[in-house]
C-alpha cells in the first residue's frame, strides 16, 4: 500500500477538463518531482489531492483512506503568494496554525504543542525569527515558515507547490535536504518544481504531467529527449536539454 495513490483522477475547472485520468503514487520513503509546463495541472493536481477541489472522476487515497478536507495526515506547502502575509502575526504563531487550524479546536496550544512547533523552526532553521511579524521577512524566509507550518503536525504525506521559486542557492540546497531527509524518516513527498535539473538531482522519481501523467520513473529512465521536446514544446537544441543530459 502507497503512503499516497491517485486513481484515475478527472478534474474539470470553469467546464474545462484540467486533468484526465491521472494515476500515479507515492510511498512512504520517497521524494516524487511532479513536473511539467505551465498549466499542465499540478497545482490542481495537488488541491485536489489535499481535498479542496472536488474531482470529476477518481479518487485520492491516503494511508489507505479516501481523501477529506483538512486530514491531519496530509501537509501542504501552498506558493508564496496565495498567503496572507500582511496579517500581524508571528512567525510561530503563524507556524502554531498548522497544528490548531487543522486540529479545528479553539483551544490554547500546550506544551506539545509548542514542542512542535519550535522542532518546525528548528528544521528550516528559523528560531532566531520566531517572534518576528511574517510581513517583516524576506521571500526565503517566508519560504521556510510555510514548510514549517506544515510539518508542525508531523504529516505522514507533505505536498509542496514550487518550494524554490525565488530562493537563493543555499536556501534551495537546506529545504532539498530537508525535504529528502523527511521523505528518509518513512515519508511521502510530493513536490512541484520548475527547476528540472534540480528535480533530476534530487528527486527519486519523477512524475512528468501535462493534464495526463505522460512519463514516471527515476531520472535515470526518463532521459528520452522526445518526451520532453513534446510535453515542453521545446526543439532539439535546447538548452534545457543539454542540461538534462549532463545532469
Ligand atoms: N479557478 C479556475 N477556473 C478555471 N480554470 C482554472 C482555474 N484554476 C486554474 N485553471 C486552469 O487550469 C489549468 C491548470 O492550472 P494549474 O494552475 O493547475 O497549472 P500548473 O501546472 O500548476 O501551472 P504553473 O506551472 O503555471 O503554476 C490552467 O489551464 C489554468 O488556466
Excluded at 499542465?40 to 472522476?57: E, I, Y
Excluded at 527547476?195 to 520513473?217: E, H, I, K, Q, S
Aim: contains cysteine; neutral net charge; glycine residues 10%.
Amino acid at each position: 500500500m502507497s503512503a499516497l495513490e491517485v486513481e484515475n483522477l478527472s478534474v474539470e475547472l470553469g467546464g474545462r477538463l484540467v486533468l484526465t485520468g491521472v494515476n500515479l503514487s507515492v510511498d512512504k520513503g520517497e521524494l516524487v518531482g511532479l513536473v511539467g509546463p505551465n498549466g499542465a495541472g499540478k497545482t490542481t493536481l495537488l488541491r485536489t489531492l489535499m481535498g479542496l477541489l472536488r474531482p470529476r472522476d477518481g479518487r485520492v487515497l491516503v494511508g489507505d483512506q479516501p481523501v477529506r478536507p483538512g486530514r491531519a495526515e496530509l501537509g501542504y506547502v501552498p506558493q508564496r503568494h496565495e498567503f496572507a502575509w500582511d496579517f500581524p502575526i508571528s512567525v510561530e504563531n503563524v507556524v502554531m496554525t498548522g497544528r490548531t487550524g487543522k486540529l479545528g479546536l479553539v483551544r490554547r496550544p500546550g506544551v506539545a504543542d509548542w514542542e512542535a512547533v519550535a522542532e518546525a523552526l528548528d528544521l528550516v532553521r528559523m528560531t532566531d525569527l520566531r517572534t518576528r511579524p511574517v510581513g517583516q521577512l524576506s521571500g526565503g524566509q517566508r519560504q521556510r515558515v510555510l514548510v514549517a507550518r506544515a510539518l508542525a503536525l508531523r504529516p505522514p504525506v507533505l505536498l509542496l507547490d514550487e518550494p524554490f521559486t525565488g530562493l537563493d542557492m543555499p536556501t534551495q540546497e537546506l529545504l532539498s535536504e530537508l525535504f529528502l531527509s523527511l521523505a528518509r524518516e518513512a515519508r511521502a513527498v510530493l513536490m512541484t518544481t520548475h527547476d528540472l535539473p534540480g528535480a533530476f538531482y534530487t528527486c527519486d522519481r519523477l512524475a512528468l504531467l501535462n493534464r495526463r501523467v505522460v512519463a514516471v520513473g527515476a531520472p535515470d529512465q526518463l532521459r528520452d529527449e522526445q518526451i520532453w521536446m513534446d510535453t515542453f514544446g521545446i526543439h532539439e537544441h535546447s538548452p534545457l536539454l543539454k542540461i538534462l543530459k549532463a545532469t
